[in-house]
């Protein structure tokens, strides 16, 4: 039985970790791009998992992975583009240098993995690609422009690739979390302490009832709607969608 692979761009915590957890548990061989490799060191334990060294700010990196899965995995079964980066910050204050590091990394990178790598899908004539975006690529909200527009760029970016791969077999989607426990939801809350002086868990609060069932998403929710696209067959026709994965938030 060939082995299936997957390759997910920061796959060392957060969202990223739980995909990769859920796809080592199911027997995938993992390549899990990251910055620090030793945060892929407890994945090891649990499956054929291989680190791959990746800045997603940097495009000679990214392209340097590009260039070290094509040669060692060859024809990868999906690709999971998970790594972002958030900025909250009026418009006034977004410098020009956080608009473009945003887009970098949140659109650039992503555009440049599935552009090396979806040509070994397209000869195989099959292929999953599955894109981490957010509720913030459906809808704006303030203080975050910069951050929405790279989210847009990704969900325009999935949708193209959708309609271009359908009759090469390759399947192109988007996960669109809401704030999930990560590290990304305990900055936003260090951060709305930082300016009003409240609590943290008052601060935690605040975020989570922005959605109708009070709570944050877990990562392993999100893993497992991340998991369907890419391993099951019933996922086979299912191209250019926008998984909302926010207990309600955007309904």
């Known amino acids: 039985m060939t082995t299936r692979q997957v390759a997910i761009t920061g796959a060392g915590r957060g969202i990223g970790r739980a995909i990769a957890e859920r796809f080592l548990d199911d027997g995938w061989r993992v390549w899990a791009l990251v910055r620090n490799e030793a945060a892929v060191t407890p994945l090891k334990k649990r499956g054929d998992v291989h680190p791959v060294a990746f800045d997603a700010a940097n495009t000679d990196s990214?392209?340097?992975a590009a260039r070290r899965l094509t040669t060692e995995a060859g024809h990868l079964t999906a690709l999971v583009n998970n790594a972002g980066v958030a900025?909250?910050?009026p418009l006034?204050?977004?410098?020009?240098?956080?608009f473009l590091r945003l887009q970098t990394v949140n659109v650039t990178a992503p555009f440049l993995l599935c552009r090396e790598l979806i040509p070994a899908m397209v000869k195989s004539g099959a292929g999953r690609v599955v894109n981490i975006a957010s509720t913030a690529a459906r809808k704006g909200f303030k203080y975050t422009s910069a951050y929405c527009a790279s989210k847009h760029a990704l969900l325009g970016l999935t949708r193209s690739l959708a309609v271009e791969l359908?009759?090469?077999g390759v399947t192109v989607n988007a996960v669109c979390p809401g704030w999930t426990d990560t590290d990304m939801l305990q900055a936003s809350v260090d951060n709305i302490v930082?300016?009003?002086g409240r609590t943290a868990r008052d601060a935690r609060a605040d975020l989570e009832k922005l959605n109708p069932m009070n709570r944050a998403v877990k990562p392993e929710e999100v893993a497992e709607v991340v998991h369907f696209l890419c391993a099951s067959k019933a996922a086979a026709a299912i191209t250019g969608a926008e998984y909302v994965i926010d207990g309600g938030e955007t309904v």
């Open 62 to 64: 990214v392209l340097a």
């Open 87 to 89: 900025l909250a910050a």
């Open 92 to 98: 006034a204050r977004t410098s020009t240098d956080d």
């Open 166 to 168: 359908a009759p090469r």
């Open 194 to 196: 930082k300016a009003t």
